[in-house]
């Protein structure tokens, strides 16, 4: 059975005390949950805070992006070491605004993704259409093209850690969400790819969220698709009681 995650995004939002104080209204509603992963990604300045603070608890805490090298001149880049020297164990990767403002680029998060696996952190990768490419009747082209490129000389055991997050471009911060059959038929379309690039077993086993849009309106008829286990949440997971909500669904 794959176990749901529920991770919350928070983006360029929060300094550390802000963050603190969401900990502080939040963990108390979420004690008792163990049906689900509750992860938590705030900003780098926010990172060692959070984890400090949520550890020994239900909650997890994760950096929104590394550099693939442990050390160098890349001002404004934090490595694999220093993410596990402060405890930290999952890493978004390839996050749709990464890649449309930032250049990043699936060979980038191929590098990426393998030195998360070398250094013990869980990566999520995430992928997604953008709204041409839907039109256009190119998603399924596209999110076959973005597994391979991110997977390359991926094993499958080398994999058994990974977490896929499809979020449909066109749906994130817009207040759109796909409907949970569109979102459906692409999950089954990036387990097929997985399929051929680490195998049925770890195909079969990964975890693949869905992103875009999630609020407590509309997360149990998403959670109740098959091959959708959990949600990659952004804007919705800023405040304790609706993120907390989410995580009840």
Same mark, same amino acid.
């Given at each position: 059975?794959?176990?749901? =995650?529920?991770?919350?995004?928070?983006?360029?939002?929060?300094?550390?005390?802000?963050?603190?104080?969401?900990?502080?209204? %939040? !963990?108390?509603?979420?004690?008792?949950?163990?049906?689900? /992963?509750?992860?938590?990604? @705030?900003?780098?300045?926010?990172?060692?805070?959070?984890?400090?603070?949520?550890?020994?608890?239900?909650?997890?805490?994760?950096?929104?992006?590394?550099?693939?090298?442990?050390?160098?001149?890349?001002?404004?880049?934090?490595?694999?070491?220093?993410?596990?020297?402060?405890?930290?164990? +999952?890493?978004?990767?390839?996050?749709?605004?990464?890649?449309?403002? %930032?250049?990043?680029?699936? /060979?980038?998060?191929?590098?990426?993704?393998?030195?998360?696996?070398? +250094?013990?952190?869980?990566? =999520?990768?995430?992928?997604?259409?953008?709204?041409?490419?839907?039109?256009?009747?190119?998603?399924?082209?596209? !999110?076959? +093209?973005?597994?391979?490129?991110?997977?390359? *000389?991926?094993?499958?055991?080398?994999?058994?850690?990974?977490?896929?997050?499809?979020? @449909?471009?066109?749906?994130?911060?817009?207040?759109?969400?796909?409907?949970?059959?569109?979102?459906?038929?692409?999950?089954?379309?990036?387990?097929?790819?997985?399929?051929?690039?680490?195998?049925?077993?770890?195909?079969? *086993?990964?975890?693949? !969220?869905?992103?875009?849009?999630?609020?407590?309106?509309?997360?149990?008829?998403?959670?109740?698709?098959?091959? =959708?286990?959990?949600?990659?949440?952004?804007?919705?997971?800023?405040?304790?009681?609706? %993120?907390?909500?989410?995580?009840?669904?």
């Amino acid at each position: 059975m794959r176990k749901p =995650i529920i991770a919350g995004n928070w983006k360029m939002y929060k300094t550390p005390k802000e963050s603190l104080a969401f900990l502080d209204a %939040f !963990l108390p509603l979420v004690e008792a949950h163990t049906r689900d /992963e509750i992860l938590l990604f @705030p900003t780098m300045s926010s990172l060692a805070y959070v984890l400090e603070a949520s550890e020994g608890t239900n909650v997890n805490a994760g950096a929104q992006n590394m550099h693939w090298l442990n050390e160098g001149p890349y001002t404004g880049q934090t490595s694999p070491t220093m993410l596990v020297s402060i405890g930290c164990r +999952h890493v978004l990767l390839g996050h749709s605004e990464q890649r449309l403002y %930032f250049n990043e680029t699936y /060979e980038r998060v191929n590098l990426k993704l393998k030195a998360a696996i070398n +250094h013990g952190i869980t990566p =999520i990768v995430c992928v997604g259409e953008m709204l041409a490419e839907r039109e256009d009747g190119r998603t399924e082209e596209t !999110l076959r +093209h973005q597994i391979r490129a991110s997977l390359r *000389n991926i094993s499958p055991s080398e994999a058994r850690r990974l977490v896929i997050a499809y979020e @449909p471009i066109w749906a994130i911060g817009t207040g759109s969400t796909a409907t949970p059959e569109v979102a459906a038929e692409a999950h089954a379309i990036l387990r097929h790819e997985l399929t051929q690039c680490v195998g049925e077993a770890t195909a079969e *086993n990964t975890r693949i !969220l869905y992103g875009g849009s999630v609020k407590p309106e509309n997360i149990s008829e998403l959670m109740r698709q098959d091959g =959708i286990d959990g949600a990659l949440v952004g804007g919705a997971s800023l405040v304790p009681t609706t %993120f907390a909500n989410i995580v009840h669904y």
